[in-house]
């Protein structure tokens, strides 16, 4: 008995470690951030290079996620805070949606609904084996990535309160 709960126990602790190490993200801080140049909802296309020079948060989401919905809640208003503010070293914010669907139009509709009107949207119907998610490593939803103007990654899937706090910290004081 005493060797079934060890052998049990060692099999949990595998587990563990090894679900713990699956899903730790592949970039950190100071790495190049993958280029990509993918078509939008609006058909045109998206590359990494356009966002250079500015705070850039590529948020994977789904519109069949609960975590991801109620964070959509709050974008807006970080998008409305610091689209056009002025950083110590960026001008400006701009936040590219990476929907994760099985249907573009269940994307859409909730783009609509959660009003997150700006034009830096992709959706991609192959969910987590989309080009974007495997380019970025993504195997779970939502999460995020900072990328600064220099299109290096700065925050690894922060909470959006950390988000705030970094991009407050980075404006410019005049």
């Not at 730790?24 to 190049?32: A, K, M, N, T």
Request: net charge positive; glycine share 6%.
């Amino acid at each position: 008995m005493k060797n079934i709960v060890l052998s049990a126990l060692l099999v949990l602790t595998l587990f563990w470690i090894v679900r713990y190490f699956y899903f730790l993200p592949r970039l950190v801080y100071g790495e190049p951030a993958p280029v990509f140049n993918e078509k939008g909802i609006d058909d045109s296309y998206i590359s990494l290079d356009q966002y250079k020079g500015k705070y850039l948060l590529i948020d994977f989401w789904g519109s069949w996620c609960g975590p991801c919905r109620k964070e959509n809640k709050i974008l807006p208003f970080l998008y409305t805070r610091y689209k056009d503010a002025e950083f110590k070293t960026a001008s400006g914010f701009r936040i590219l949606n990476v929907g994760l669907e099985d249907n573009k139009e269940s994307g859409l509709n909730a783009i609509r609904t959660d009003q997150l009107n700006w034009k830096d949207q992709i959706i991609q119907t192959e969910m987590l084996k989309s080009k974007m998610a495997k380019l970025y490593e993504i195997k779970q939803i939502p999460f995020k990535y900072l990328i600064g103007p220099d299109s290096k990654v700065v925050l690894t899937n922060p909470d959006l309160k950390e988000l705030d706090d970094f991009l407050a910290h980075n404006l410019k004081k005049n």
